[in-house]
Structures are given as C-alpha cells and as structure tokens.
Nanobody, 123 residues
C-alpha cells in the first residue's frame, strides 16, 4: 500500500512559479502512473497532468499545456509538478494519485491519493 504526501504549495503572484512534490512511501512509485489533480471551490476536480510508469510519457490538458511539467525521480521515489506562468485560475488544492495501469483523466480510476496542498495565485 503506497502512501503519498504532497508539498510545495503556497501563495504566489500571477506569473510566478511553484514546484510541487509528491513523495511516496510503502511502495515504489516507478510501478505506477502518477496523476496530478486540482480542485477549486465550487469546481469539479480536474486532472492537470499524468506521467506513465513505463516510458515516462506525459499528458496535460489545454488549460496548463506549455506551463506545467511533470517529472519523476525514481531514486527519491518522488514525482514533481513544475508550474510556471501561474494564473489566478490555477488556484486550488492540488492532489497526486497513483494508478496501477496507464494514465487516464478519469479521477476515480486512481486508487491512492495524498492529502493535497493548497496553491493560491493572487496579487
């Protein structure tokens, strides 16, 4: 059973950058596809990235494409989400999650979730 802890969130001005971390224990993250999701107040939780387990293939929706980059460091058992050119629309609680198979935007297909970290983009 894998346990996930997100960190790196905080308050940042529009145009700024943050790097989120998803640290795992209890299992090896290299065996899972890792998805990042976010949820703003009154909004449905949406996927913002995924990185596959086998070939490190990455996926992004149009809302973050070109600004967000997901990567993994298997030696540290950690997945990162680099967020650049942040907008107020990026505000929300960010979660990482694991899936035994390939990447998918369907959130309920991910089995293990972290507690989330708050990202606030504001002047």
């Amino acid at each position: 059973q894998v346990q996930l802890v997100e960190s790196g969130g905080g308050l940042v001005e529009p145009g700024g950058s943050l790097r989120l971390s998803c640290a795992a224990s209890g299992s090896t993250l290299a065996n899972y596809a890792i998805g990042w999701f976010r949820q703003a107040p009154g909004k449905e939780r949406e996927g913002v990235s995924c990185i596959s387990s086998r070939f490190d293939t990455t996926y992004y929706p149009d809302s973050v494409k070109g600004r967000f980059t997901v990567s993994r460091d298997n030696t540290k058992n950690t997945v990162y989400l680099q967020m650049n050119s942040l907008k107020s629309e990026d505000t929300g609680v960010y979660f990482c999650a694991t899936r035994d198979y390939g990447c998918t935007p369907v959130r309920w297909l991910y089995r293990n979730w972290g507690q989330g970290t708050q990202v606030t983009v504001s002047s």
